[in-house]
């Protein structure tokens, strides 16, 4: 039977297990039991399931314990599963067996690649080789033609009617220049040739000719006014030094132009653009003509350096004729020498 009432061990006194404190000397109950147990044989100690456990300590203490190993025990099962693989931490749904078959979703049907045409290069056809660049010469006009490979370039083709009677190298140099838009005809058809140049007319071609040409360019002579065709002209060549007046004050622009001044204007610009010196004997360059002492003295340098580089050459008589005034084609001519020099 299960004992319910014990003595104090204290008193003496009778009372219940389940009291705390004995009711005569308020000797702790606990303690009654601890000492009870000490003093009990060791097979009297062992605590039957039977009986009822009142320590509420120990109660306690087996219920954490418990606890904690059940916790222990759910959690490594979680982690390995039952059948010894790692966890799937991914909820499994189930669907109840009378769900309809889930709906597939729809494909994406790819575009198809695209291949970007091929593209085959141009095929090039040589052309048959063509003669050397000539220059055709007809009826006091030529042509300048260059042909290459698959390309053709014509120059303009200019005729004047009104120059058979002049030179080759003349007609050359009128067609040339004016292929080249340096000087250009009288009238459609006629270059004029024949025709005097005024010292206007002659700065106008030279400042062109050089690219030097500037519209609004002011000069110092007093015949030359900013309403005039050659206003420019004038104020161009004077400012690179190409041309001076026939006086301090004066441009003579209407007056013709003399083969001595053409020959000094043209030496100044193998000088300007080219840096050529004067020759450091001009009396011996000069002497091939006939009428050199004749020559005016402050020019004789420049008439020297036009002559070594072939721009004037004697007349027939020998002579070099320095007050002769120039004609339109005596320019051209003149002009045409420089032109190969420069370019």
């Known amino acids: 039977m299960n004992q319910t009432t014990m003595n104090c061990t204290k008193c003496g006194e009778q009372i219940g297990v389940w ?24 097979h009297q100690t062992a605590i039957h399931a039977s009986e009822p456990i009142k320590d509420k300590v120990t109660l306690t203490t087996i219920i954490g314990v418990c606890g904690v190993l059940a916790v222990v025990g759910v959690v490594l099962f979680s982690i390995i599963g ?8 991914t909820p499994i749904v189930l669907a109840p067996t009378n769900a309809p078959e889930p709906t597939p979703e729809p494909t994406l049907a790819l575009m198809p690649t695209l291949t970007p045409p091929t593209i085959a290069p141009p095929t090039i056809v040589p052309s048959p ?3 050397e660049p000539m220059i055709e010469e007809e009826s006091g006009g030529i042509t300048l033609r260059v042909e290459e ?38 009238a459609p058809g006629r270059f004029n040739p024949d ?20 519209p609004n360019a002011a000069s110092e002579f007093e015949d030359v006014r900013r309403t005039d065709w050659f206003f420019g002209a004038v104020g161009s060549a004077y400012r690179h030094g190409l041309m001076t007046g026939t006086s301090p004050t ?20 193998l000088m300007l653009e080219l840096g050529i ?16 002492d004749s020559l005016e003295a402050w020019s004789v340098g420049y008439l020297a350096l036009a002559t070594r580089h072939n721009l004037v050459g004697p007349r027939e008589d020998g002579s070099f004729s320095p007050n002769e005034l120039m004609t339109r084609g005596d320019a051209a001519l003149i002009l045409y020498r420089l032109y190969l020099r420069l370019w």
Do not use: W
Not at 82 to 89: H, I, L, V
Not at 155 to 169: G, V
């Open 19 to 42: 009291e705390t404190f004995c009711g005569a000397c308020n000797f702790p109950v606990k303690q009654m039991l601890k000492s009870n147990a000490m003093n009990k044989p060791h």
């Open 149 to 186: 490979q698959r390309i053709r370039v014509e120059e303009q083709r200019i005729i004047f009617t009104d120059m058979q009677h002049l030179s080759a190298e003349m007609q050359r140099a009128i067609m040339t220049l004016a292929t080249q838009g340096i000087i250009s005809g009288t």
């Open 82 to 89: 039952n059948d010894g693989n790692r966890y799937d931490p």
């Open 277 to 292: 010196r004067m020759p450091a004997d001009p009396d011996a360059v000069l002497q091939t003509f006939t009428d050199s």
């Open 250 to 269: 004066t441009f003579s622009p209407n007056d013709v132009i003399t083969r001595h001044y053409l020959a000094v204007v043209s030496a100044r610009v």
């Open 129 to 131: 080789v063509e003669p």
């Open 195 to 214: 025709a005097t140049i005024s010292r206007a007319e002659f700065a106008r071609i030279i400042t062109g000719m050089l690219g030097i040409f500037d």
